[in-house]
């Protein structure tokens, strides 16, 4: 079983910056990936970043590349995710989530760009507002 408590969500203004973090408790053997997502006010919610526990590789959507990195410390047990250069339409609830090894197609994948319900445990979100 994974907790995860996501943090360093607040007010900021457009081009801003903002790091946040994810501090997973349990096993780091019990999942495979771990990623970002969002949701804004009356939106679908949409993968923000996903990186792969075993080869270290990241997924990144098209509008976060160049802007956003994500990042982990296995030494603090914490996921983050550097948000630089922030706009209004970024503002959004913003959790962490894992998922588990399964066959196919890779879970960050499958869920950041093919909308598949991978993702077995979840945080309860940290809100961003990008506002002046």
């Known amino acids: 079983q994974v907790q995860l408590v996501e943090s360093g969500g607040g007010l900021v203004q457009p081009g801003g910056s903002l790091r946040l973090s994810c501090a997973v408790s349990?096993?780091?053997?019990?999942?495979?990936?771990i990623g970002w997502f969002r949701q804004a006010p009356g939106k679908e919610r949409e993968g923000v970043s996903c990186?792969?526990?075993?080869?270290?590789?990241?997924y990144y959507a098209d509008s976060m590349k160049g802007r956003t990195t994500i990042a982990t410390d296995n030494a603090k047990n914490t996921v983050y995710l550097q948000m630089n250069s922030l706009k209004p339409e970024d503002t959004a609830v913003y959790y962490c989530?894992?998922?588990?090894?399964?066959?196919?197609?890779?879970?960050?994948?499958?869920?950041?760009?093919?909308?598949?319900?991978?993702?077995?445990?979840w945080g309860k979100g940290t809100l961003v507002t990008v506002s002046s």
């Open positions: 989530a894992t998922a588990q090894k399964q066959p196919g197609l890779h879970p960050c994948l499958a869920t950041m760009f093919y909308g598949y319900d991978v993702m077995d445990y």
């Open positions: 349990g096993s780091t053997l019990d999942y495979y990936a």
């Open positions: 990186i792969s526990t075993s080869d270290s590789s990241t």
